[in-house]
């Protein structure tokens, strides 16, 4: 099985930037050692398991709060696909062959 997460997450009360906040989230999702994409408005992650990639959640956020925030967003979104493997490069490969000339 392939899960994708795509999540969001950063602090609402701490000014306008927030890639320090946003760095440190990406330190739990790098020390996890599954496969991710950064993209400038969220995070895809890709595990085997619901449960693997819902249980990055709280520990994200618990390096934010280490950090002293007090509000945090996030949005999170899943696609599941059983007997599939490596998603998070096949589907970029499968749009390019669509619009490569």
Not at 8 to 24: C, H, L, N, Q
Not at 67 to 79: E, L, Q, T
Request: net charge positive.
């Amino acid at each position: 099985m392939s899960v994708l997460m795509e999540i969001a997450m950063f602090p609402t009360d701490v000014g306008e930037s927030k890639s320090r906040y946003v760095s440190e989230v990406l330190k739990v999702i790098k020390e996890s050692g599954y496969p991710y994409q950064l993209t400038p408005m969220a995070t895809i992650i890709e595990a085997d398991t619901v449960k693997e990639l819902s249980d990055l959640i709280p520990k994200m956020y618990e390096a934010l709060e280490k950090m002293g925030v007090g509000r945090v967003y996030s949005v999170v979104k899943f696609d599941i696909r059983p007997a599939r493997k490596n998603r998070l490069k096949q589907k970029i490969e499968s749009v390019k062959k669509h619009i490569e000339v």
